[in-house]
């Protein structure tokens, strides 16, 4: 270890400290430190999932367990953590402290340079992406299970991210894996104590190496750069009525990590009246909650637009990468949507009139209402796995700017995560450009491309064993040529089955192939249905099922998607025998 720092640049120190805008207090200990190394065995099930390893507090607080995993990341990065920096936070869930605390002493005696911590350990997923990005880092631990429930009795989670600023590639994860499962020692510096609930540097010797822990204002670094992608003030007068009629929002943060995000940008900086944002305070267990922004458990911002007479709506999720809009009455935009309109309306946002369009992408689940723009735009639309990692690399190679899934994430290239606050200002710039209301936007958009009705069905929590049944059933159908071709009918609506598959991907930009990521009944009039297994779950398996129909007709526009989608639904539950395999009647959530 003290070899490899001798041989260390010294422009590696500065790179680190490039400017930046932190606060100026320094506390410095001379005393060198001591690394351990410290015995321990592999842990089972340590391999991160759609978005990094989810499990409950219980199994983080194991003895070694949370070390383990971390030395898995830190050992994945290998060499090239030496002498580098890396971004740390989370979004404040039960146990984030403490996994802060562990990740510092651990990057210590792994040969990183510097770590740069939210304070108090705060930093939503998009703040940890800019920062990454902004500060040229070798990337970041993400300390978040999104949008589980947190506390004693809830999850905890870790993520690693790249030098993009976006979530670790299968390549990088899969190598984690494979190190848990050979894992004998992991590396230490437990007297190394720091300070992380004011912002300042921390300087250290460690093993006569420099070692510095800067901790950062959790919001300015973010905040300044909404500013250069946004026009503030053409929102701040939207808001504030300077030019007509104010749009009066209601802003649910969730008790997640948005709160003091919220409270910067929407009533500080935007001008939004205090009752403008609920739930603003980060809270360890987000209130006891689901911090998940949908319809289910958001439910009491969808009463309060309801009741009240609001013009605009939004929550967040826990790490503040989900978002839902809400107009007038509670009018629901689906994410499919969304990332459709904004895509649409570019010409909004000042960041794409200076950058420009290069292309558009979806999850595969997500209902391809995006697509229509790209083709009307002309610009090239990519069809990827469920998960953020997967646009990453297009992003990279400038052919992506916008894209977006169904579960709630939109997002685009100014970072390489999905950005909840980055949504919600898109759709404010799209409101103060036309100055109309969502609804209207919404009807426009269908006038202009027809409407695709989307829905997803989530069976929670079930049972793994026949979950993973019905999956390989349904896998031997996407074999099986009897399957195509077949009618299908339900409630007087026949639909023809013109290909099953099993999802694969292969990345244009560097050839790397993700196999069996959900099967799909594609019909030969468009509408489809998807089944896939859920991978951000803590424990049992959750189904996620995906059903799908486009028209063209406008008198459909304006129905109720549970409505026009029920037959497919039908069809759809009982071609994958589901209500069998689960033996659930109903979905635990429905969007
Ligand atoms: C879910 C969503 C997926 C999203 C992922 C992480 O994954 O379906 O679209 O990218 O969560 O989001 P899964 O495997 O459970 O379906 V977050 O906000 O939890 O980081
Ligand atoms: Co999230």
Known sequence: MVKVWDTLSA???????????????????KMSLTCY???????????????????????????????????????????????????????GRYFGKKACDTIVKMCAANGVRKVIVGENGILSTPCVSC???????????????????????????????????????????NRMYEISREIVEYRICPELHCDISTPGTQQFV?????????????????????????????????????????????IDAMHGVTGPYVKKIFLEELGAGPDSAVNIVPLEDFGGHHPDPNLTYAADLVKAMKDGDFGFGAAFDGDGDRNMILGHKAFFVTPSDSVAVIADNTDSIPYFKKNGVKGLAR???????????????????????????????????G?????????FGTGSDHIREKDGIWAVLAWLSILATRNTTVEQVL????????????????????????????????DA??????????????????????????????????????????????????????????????????????????????????????????????????????????????PTVIT
């Open 477 to 586: 159908m996407s074999c099986d040529p009897g399957a195509v071709g077949k009618e299908h009918t339900h409630a007087g609506k026949t639909y023809k089955v013109a290909k099953i598959d099993n999802f694969e991907y292969t990345d244009p930009i560097d050839g790397s192939v993700a196999k069996k990521q959900g099967v799909r009944v594609l019909m030969t009039d468009g509408s489809r249905f998807v089944f896939r297994l859920s991978g951000t779950g803590s424990s049992g398996a959750t189904v996620r099922m995906y059903v799908e129909s486009y028209e063209s007709d406008p008198s459909t526009y304006t129905k109720d998607a549970q409505d026009v989608l029920k037959p497919l639904v039908e069809i759809a539950l009982s071609v994958s025998k589901l209500k069998e395999f689960t033996g659930r009647q109903q």
């Open 399 to 407: 052919r992506l700017s916008i894209c977006g899934e169904e579960s």
């Open 131 to 173: 920062m990454i990005r902004k500060y040229k880092t070798s990337g970041g631990i993400v300390l978040t299970a999104s949008h589980n429930p947190g506390g004693p009795n809830a999850d905890f989670g870790i993520k690693f991210n790249i030098s993009n600023g976006g979530p670790a590639p299968d390549s990088v994860t």
């Open 37 to 91: 190394t410290k015995a321990t065995k592999p842990f089972q099930g340590q391999k991160p999932g759609t978005s990094g390893l989810r499990k409950a507090v219980k199994v983080f607080q194991q003895e070694h367990y949370t070390e383990n995993f971390v030395q898995c990341i830190l050992s994945a990065v290998g060499g090239g953590l030496t002498g580098s920096t890396l971004v740390v936070g989370g979004d």
């Open 11 to 29: 422009d590696s120190e500065e790179r680190g400290d490039n400017n930046n805008n932190f606060s100026t207090r320094t506390s410095v200990l």
């Open 206 to 250: 460690v093993e006569n190496r420099p070692f510095t822990v800067e901790v950062v204002d959790s919001v300015k670094d973010y905040v300044d750069y909404m500013k250069e992608i946004f026009d503030f003030p053409a929102i701040k007068d939207l808001i504030t009525g300077a030019k007509g009629q104010p749009l009066t929002i209601l």
């Open 363 to 397: 999850s595969m689940p997500t209902g391809c209402a995006i697509d229509r723009v790209a083709e009307k735009k002309g610009v090239e639309v990519f069809e990827v796995p469920t998960g953020w990692k997967y646009f990453g690399n297009l992003m990279d190679a």
């Open 443 to 474: 009807l426009s958009h269908w006038g202009t491309y027809g409407r695709n009705f989307f829905t997803r069905y989530d069976y929670e929590n079930c049972e793994s064993g026949p979950c993973n049944q019905m999956m390989s059933e349904l």
